[in-house]
């Protein structure tokens, strides 16, 4: 699995970014993809998960009802996963990271990460 984020980048406060996930790979028949955020100095935030199957989505309170998470594809080999962030403010600068997770029989986890996407809110 191959996670690729894309769309990040400097953006005045109030205004609109939408990140991109590009995914490759077998699909897992039941997982977890996210958005998580980091500063540097600060743990890994989560900031949007969504399931498979059942499609629960799921916000952090910091983001809830400005940012949107989507997906398109569906379950297949190439799918791609969005994040719509309006009304971005300073606090949301952060490198922004897609991450999989599935479940590997018994305790075993796949578990996979992207390289990140800066998103800078600055007038």
């Known amino acids: 699995v191959q996670l690729v984020e894309s769309g990040g980048g400097l953006v005045q406060p109030g205004g609109s970014l939408r990140l991109a996930c590009a995914r490759s790979?077998?699909?897992?028949?039941?997982?977890?993809r996210s958005w998580y955020r980091q500063v540097p100095g600060k743990e890994r935030e989560l900031v949007a998960a969504?399931?498979?199957?059942?499609?629960?989505?799921?916000?952090?309170d910091s983001v809830k009802g400005r940012f949107t998470l989507s997906r398109d594809n569906g379950n297949t080999v190439r799918s791609t996963l969005f994040l719509q962030m309006n009304n971005l403010n300073a606090e949301d600068t952060a490198k922004y990271f897609c991450?999989?997770?599935?479940?590997?029989?018994?305790?075993?986890?796949?578990?996979?990460w992207g390289q990140g996407t800066q998103v800078t809110v600055s007038s």
């Open positions: 790979g077998v699909p897992f028949n039941q997982y977890t």
């Open positions: 969504v399931t498979y199957p059942g499609g629960n989505v799921e916000y952090s």
């Open positions: 991450h999989e997770e599935a479940p590997g029989g018994g305790e075993r986890k796949y578990t996979y």
